[in-house]
């Protein structure tokens, strides 16, 4: 169970290998079959598009974004949304603006998309970066076309329904969910401003995250971009409460009231368990007899543990600090 260091210590990078080999074919099997023959058609729209709005979770401002649209994308302007702010710890907000900046980003908007935060701030921000590209000088095309791109579950759908609710006034177009997947269509065209007329391609979250490590990929896995079940929950887990209390992140001592940090996941979710009664008596056979046992019931511990966080009952979190800090993710 023990598979991360608890401390800044680099021990268990093994570990890290050999219980979650990430390398190569074993990526791929993450995403579903849809999402990958959606990129294709993401490319033949390309040209009919004005702006790229590229979504990603703010809580990992720089892990898993996939470069590799930018090749195709050539010259269109493009702008990072980073959504979910309010589950980002964004005390670093100016730091995470210019380390963006040194990797070539220079329009970025921090979003909440359900509570409608700073989502106006985008039609302007696509309008004048359109305006002064190249497209502006077509003339005889009025509308705007902008194509949403992003790694799963980041929260695509939701913006799109949110720039509806701020500027048509209209209620939910896309389909949103909970789980990395949930849009299907491959192309959707949807209106979501009069004046300027624009509308959005919404993709079905198409973009394969890039996992140059087994710690981006765990990062990406704590933000819900990849189905738990392929990654594994007590890794997750594991891997959560390494990082919370790497970045002394302690909110979890007193959601769970256990007192005090700990840095050893068998005994956090075995309280977890005890704490919401999650656990089973077991039969075991002894020299003497049977003994009934009592056992925590870790998978659904570990399940309440990452709900929690994914829904903020931790604190916020800021998985890219390490990165922020020039303490690169540890390599296995
Ligand atoms: N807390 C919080 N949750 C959000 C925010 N935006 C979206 N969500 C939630 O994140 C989940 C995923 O949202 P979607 O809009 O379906 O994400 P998507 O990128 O379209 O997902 P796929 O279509 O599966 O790729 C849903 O449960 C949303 O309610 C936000 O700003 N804050
Ligand atoms: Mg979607």
Redesign the pocket.
């Known amino acids: 169970m023990r598979l991360f260091p608890r401390t800044l210590c680099a021990a268990g990078r093994a570990a890290w290998r050999e219980s979650f080999p990430l390398e190569g074919r074993d990526v791929a099997r993450w995403f579903p079959g849809h999402?990958a023959k959606g990129l294709k058609k993401m490319q033949s729209s390309l040209r009919l598009v004005d702006c790229i709005i590229e979504?990603h979770d703010a809580r990992i401002s720089f892990s898993g974004r996939n470069p590799l649209f930018q090749e195709t994308l050539g010259l269109k302007p493009h702008l990072l949304v980073l959504?979910?702010?309010?589950?980002a710890d964004l005390k670093e907000q100016q730091k995470i603006i210019q380390h963006l900046e040194r990797e070539g980003l220079k329009h970025v908007v921090f979003?909440?998309?359900?509570?409608d935060?700073n989502v106006k701030q985008i039609i302007p921000l696509v309008t004048e970066l359109v305006g002064s590209s190249y497209r502006y000088h077509r003339g005889e095309h009025v509308e705007y076309c902008i194509m949403v791109i992003?790694?799963?579950?980041?929260?695509?759908?939701?913006?799109?329904?949110s720039l509806r609710r701020q500027h048509l006034r209209k209620g939910k177009a896309?389909?949103?969910?909970?789980?990395?997947?949930?849009?299907r269509a491959v192309m959707s065209r949807i209106q979501v401003c009069e004046r300027p007329l624009m509308f959005l391609l919404?993709t079905?979250?198409v973009l394969a995250p890039r996992i140059p490590n087994v710690e981006t990929g765990l990062k990406l896995a704590l933000c819900?971009t990849i189905l738990d079940h392929l990654v594994g929950e007590e890794t997750m887990a594991d891997y959560l409460l390494y990082t919370l209390n790497r970045h002394q992140l302690l909110g979890y001592v007193q959601h769970y009231g256990l007192g005090e940090a700990c840095d050893d996941i068998a005994s956090v979710l075995k309280r977890v368990a005890v704490k919401l009664r999650k656990t089973q008596k077991v039969k075991v056979l002894t020299g003497t007899g049977d003994v009934n046992v009592i056992q925590p019931d870790y998978p659904a511990a570990a399940r309440d543990f990452l709900r929690a966080f994914r829904?903020?009952l931790l604190g916020p979190a800021m998985l890219d600090l390490d990165l922020l800090q020039g303490r690169p993710a540890e390599e296995p």
């Open positions: 999402m979504v959504n979910k702010m309010d589950l979003t909440n998309c359900v509570k935060e992003g790694v799963p579950n980041v929260g695509k759908s939701s913006l799109i329904n896309a389909r949103v969910g909970g789980e990395p997947g949930i849009t919404d079905p979250g819900g829904g903020g």
